[in-house]
């Protein structure tokens, strides 16, 4: 199996942009999908990003994902940063078996 | 509108047991895989087990095998965990979720989640 690893916290300003990496720690990044999951503070997770950049319809196109070989990782950006983006972001995705989920991203927007 | 919901949490004593229960609604149930997702305190989401839509497929966290079972009623729409010798670690907010298997494999829909808490 393999892990994912986010960044424990950013931060940022409303109307900025900000970028979470989600790293993969052993095989391609580009083997399996990518998605991206927002929690509010005492809601349950929402995708805001499938198959590593489509979004939902109702997601803004303020959020946009990508991944990148070179660094084996995925990026979730937000851009015009607004004070309702501010929650836990969490990448995910899987093996032939499972779900992997990265340890989450708590972004402030202050 | 697709709805989860989720119920039987609550206190238990280590190596105690409780069954969960996911109500679902709003889509064809046995058109989709299932799981439960749980998160501990203040911690992140882990997947704990999956079922396909008729239960020949089914898969389990490591932490959890020989614990936990998953099954599911697709007459009744509704989606089982049967916990078992339940641990201090398993306390934690469990999740129901729609999965998604396309291109890609992931949660589209979560329920709100029911609370187990596992103490003496």
């Known amino acids: 199996n393999f892990m994912l690893t986010q960044p424990h916290s950013v931060s940022e300003s409303p109307g900025k942009t900000v970028t979470i990496s989600c790293t993969r720690s052993s095989g391609s990044i580009a083997s399996n999908y990518v998605q991206w999951y927002q929690q509010r503070p005492g809601s349950s997770p929402t995708t805001v990003i499938y198959e590593n950049n489509q979004r939902p319809s109702g997601v803004p196109d303020r959020f946009s994902g990508s991944i990148d070989s070179s660094s084996n990782s995925a990026s979730l950006t937000i851009s015009g940063l607004k004070t309702e983006d501010e929650s836990d972001y969490y990448c995910?995705?899987?093996?032939?078996?499972?779900?992997?989920f990265g340890g989450g991203t708590k972004l402030t927007v202050l | 509108e697709v709805q989860l919901v989720e119920s039987g949490g609550g206190v238990v004593r280590p190596g105690g047991s409780l069954r969960l229960s996911c109500a679902a609604s709003?889509?064809?149930?046995?058109?989709?895989?299932m799981s439960w997702v749980r998160q501990a305190p203040g911690k992140g989401l882990e997947w704990v087990s999956g079922?396909?839509?008729?239960?020949?497929?089914?898969g389990y966290v490591d932490s959890v095998k020989g614990r936990f079972t998953i099954s599911r009623d697709n007459a009744k729409n509704s989606l089982y965990l049967q916990m078992n010798s339940l641990r201090a670690e398993d306390t934690a907010l469990y999740y129901c979720?729609?999965?998604?298997?396309?291109?890609?494999?992931?949660?589209?829909?979560w329920g709100q989640g029911t609370l187990v808490t596992v103490s003496s």
């Open positions: 979720a729609r999965e998604t298997r396309g291109r890609s494999w992931y949660a589209d829909y």
């Open positions: 709003g889509f064809t149930f046995d058109d989709y895989a």
């Open positions: 995910q995705s899987y093996d032939s078996n499972n779900w992997v």
């Open positions: 079922i396909n839509w008729n239960g020949g497929n089914i």
